[in-house]
């Protein structure tokens, strides 16, 4: 597989042409941004962890039948995806309402949900991804009513099988962000899941303790991110238990367990 130029360079990620035109390269970059790009940052190992951690939960969705683009990780920093094309919206799942709805709709934070919530925004940097309804996805066009109603039931299963895989290792799945995008698959068009789910897009706490263990901290300058993503790289397995917690550590330790492959 030949790395081929740039074809997009977002606040996380970059993406890669190779030479298979239905396959890119995703790479994991150590940048943080928050508060719509007005709080940045470069955190050495996130991008390493990041892409262990969604390589990890992608696999796994994978197996209980989500599709999804992930082909496989190629190294430390590097996925191989399957190339498609990302409707341009945010779908935002939550099962305890903090963050922007708390103060949106002046809900107490920590409030549990009955169900889980769907909330819809549009990807648009320059308007703050603004929060949209499902009537204005269909009035302009963003995506298809078939689209919509495949994706949600998707949502369901994949926040059901996380909350659950997140709950064996005394985490609480208390929000997340997906994207989607359309692929032909045997000259059928379908929707699959695309981009990452790691600490950078869900809320993640310590199920006894609460601790903040996702990009929060970086947003509320809690300090110890990389501690904290280890922690959860840990608890689900991918990094060994007495791995030293410091970023140098983490990328090593991803090197030498990639050359034992
Ligand atoms: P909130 O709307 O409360 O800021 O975010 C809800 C959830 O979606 C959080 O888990 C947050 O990490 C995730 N999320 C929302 N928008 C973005 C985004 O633009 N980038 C990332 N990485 N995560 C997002």
């Known amino acids: 597989m030949k790395k081929g130029k740039k074809l997009y360079e977002g606040k996380a990620k970059i993406i890669y042409a190779t030479n298979d035109k239905n396959l890119v390269i995703q790479y994991f970059k150590d940048d943080a941004t928050a508060f719509n790009n007005q709080k940045k940052t470069t955190i050495e190992g996130k991008g390493v962890l990041n892409n262990r951690i969604s390589e990890h939960i992608l696999s796994n969705l994978s197996q209980i039948g989500i599709k999804n683009h992930l082909v496989k990780r190629?190294?430390?920093?590097?996925?191989?995806i399957k190339l498609v094309e990302i409707i341009p919206i945010e779908f935002i799942v939550r099962n305890v309402a903090t963050g922007s709805i708390t103060k949106r709709l002046g809900i107490e934070d920590g409030t549990v949900l009955k169900e889980p919530l769907i909330e819809y925004c549009l990807k648009d940097d320059k308007l703050g991804d603004p929060l949209i309804s499902e009537e204005h996805i269909l009035a302009f066009d963003w995506a298809s009513k078939t689209e919509i109603d495949e994706v949600k039931k998707m949502i369901l299963r994949i926040n059901d099988f996380m909350i659950g895989m997140f709950r064996g290792v005394g985490i609480k799945l208390i929000d997340f962000k997906l994207e989607f995008g359309r692929i032909?698959?045997?000259?059928?068009?379908?929707?699959?899941?695309?981009?990452?789910?790691?600490?950078?897009?869900?809320?993640l706490w310590d199920s006894i303790t609460e601790k903040k263990l996702d990009k929060d901290r970086f947003r509320k300058d809690l300090g110890d991110l990389i501690p904290a993503y280890t922690e959860v790289a840990k608890r689900l397995g991918i990094l060994h238990e007495q791995s030293n917690v410091s970023a140098v550590n983490v990328t090593k330790l991803s090197s030498v367990k990639r050359k034992k492959k």
């Open 74 to 80: 190629l190294n430390m920093r590097e996925q191989i």
């Open 184 to 203: 032909k698959i045997d000259g059928k068009n379908e929707v699959i899941l695309a981009d990452e789910i790691s600490p950078d897009t869900c809320r």
